[in-house]
């Protein structure tokens, strides 16, 4: 089991940018994938990013390709998300997660640890 805690949510201007992180506990974090998920207001619980456990693979949303980069500091045991040009509709509660199973990790029944989660709110 590992422990997740989100930082770095706040309120920002469509087009702004936020750099989510996720500082990990535990001494095995570099055997973790790791993923981030939003969930929205009234809506499911939605992939957004993967890294693998050396960080030399990706996985996104569709929604997010092009505009958010995940990645991982293993000695830190840290996991990050950049969010640039954001937009009103990537308002949510950002949580980062982790597994050690790759079977699904686009899906949020494939993580076994969650983080709190970080509320990120985008303006028009």
């Known amino acids: 089991q590992v422990q997740l805690v989100e930082s770095g949510g706040g309120l920002v201007q469509a087009g702004g940018s936020l750099r989510l992180s996720c500082a990990a506990s535990g001494r095995t974090f570099s055997s973790y994938i790791m993923g981030w998920f939003r969930q929205a207001p009234g809506k499911e619980r939605e992939f957004v990013a993967a890294?693998?456990?050396?960080?030399?693979?990706?996985d996104y949303a569709d929604f997010v390709k092009g505009r958010f980069t995940i990645s991982r500091d293993n000695a830190k045991n840290t996991v990050n998300l950049q969010m640039n040009s954001l937009q009103p509709e990537d308002t949510a509660v950002y949580y980062c997660a982790a597994t050690y199973d790759a079977q699904a990790i686009g899906a949020a029944y494939g993580y076994e640890d969650w983080g709190q989660g970080t509320q990120v709110t985008v303006s028009s």
């Open positions: 890294i693998s456990w050396s960080g030399g693979s990706t």
